[in-house]
């Protein structure tokens, strides 16, 4: 799936060329869901990322989830 972001918002983007490539496990996407930060996908091996970081951690981030339900990530493995 291709996204941009402008302003803060997240647009479908099927069209344009992308910055950056994330490429997100099953694991990596539950994790993220539940408020894992992009640096303990990339730990665990759960997300990988191709060409701008900065952008695709800050997307990453944008979309986890609160961080207090980060403890459950071991309950749901």
Partial sequence: MRVQVAGGLVHAAPDCEPSA???LSM???RALIIGATASQLERDGDV?????RRRARAL???LSGPPLLGG???QLG
């Fill in 21 to 23: 490539t994330i490429t």
């Fill in 27 to 29: 694991a990596g996407l």
């Fill in 48 to 52: 990988s990322i191709d060409g701008n």
């Fill in 60 to 62: 990453l981030s944008a």
């Fill in 72 to 74: 459950l990530r071991s």
